[in-house]
């Protein structure tokens, strides 16, 4: 399968641990982005990677949340001290540049609960 | 926020067409609509996306008005694994995607 991949597929962890997830992208997509989505919602744009540099970051990207692509493949969201309000399902898709339209492709996403 | 409103829910009955609609009244000319599905617990799937000219896929095809305000999103022959979120959306080549909370299509048997 060489769709976009994310692990884990799901996390529950205590409020104040360090949670950290995995995406990687289809292998020829130099762009990456993060989304959240919560219950009844659409995906909500985090931050978005062209190669290794993060191009865009949402305001919702509060200072507990950072992520990385450090050699322009896959990249990681870490979320630090977690909160309730964290639980989410987080959402991965990547795109090629250049011209034309460029529909994102999307991961499975991680499922995370914040007891 | 959204550029799009769309339907809360739609019902439609498996071998039947679904007709989605979607109003962009505000939409500029540079703008696609595109649109993604979503199946429970699985991440959102692109469907099809046009700028004037109605368009057909595999999956769909996409109307829109020639005034560009509103679209509809068509499968044809809708069956029970169509049952998913469907999400319009409108977008500038080169932005990032705005999503609503789109149509609940429920596919009947």
């Known amino acids: 399968d060489t769709g976009v991949s994310q692990n884990p597929r799901h996390k529950i962890t205590k409020r104040g641990q360090n949670v950290t997830f995995r995406c990687d992208p289809i292998s020829e997509h130099n762009r990456l982005y993060w989304y959240r ?5 659409g995906p909500e744009f985090l931050t978005y990677f062209q190669n290794e540099a993060q191009l865009e970051k949402s ?3 509060s200072d507990r949340f950072s992520a990385e692509r450090p050699k322009g493949s896959f990249s990681t969201l870490e979320i630090q ?5 964290d639980s989410a399902m987080y959402l991965c898709a990547s795109s090629p540049s250049g011209s034309g339209v460029n529909e994102q492709f999307f991961g499975p996403g991680t499922r995370l609960t914040v007891l | 926020d959204a550029k799009t409103t769309q339907p809360t829910s739609m019902d439609c009955a498996e071998g039947r067409a679904a007709n989605l609609p979607c109003n962009h009244s505000t939409i500029s000319g540079n703008e696609y609509v595109y649109w993604y599905r979503q199946i429970h617990s699985q991440g959102p799937q692109y469907i099809i ?3 004037k000219n109605n368009e057909t896929n595999e999956m769909a095809s996409l109307i829109i008005t020639e ?3 509103s679209s509809t999103l068509i499968l044809p022959h809708a069956t029970l694994r169509d049952t998913a979120v469907y999400y319009c959306i409108v977008r500038v080549y080169g932005q990032n995607f705005v999503f609503g909370p789109g149509t609940r299509l429920s596919v009947l048997p």
């Open chain 1, 81 to 85: 001290r977690t909160e309730q309000g």
């Open chain 1, 59 to 61: 305001r919702l990207l």
């Open chain 1, 37 to 41: 989505q919560t219950l009844g919602q």
């Open chain 2, 67 to 69: 005034d560009r305000k």
């Open chain 2, 49 to 51: 996306h046009g700028l």
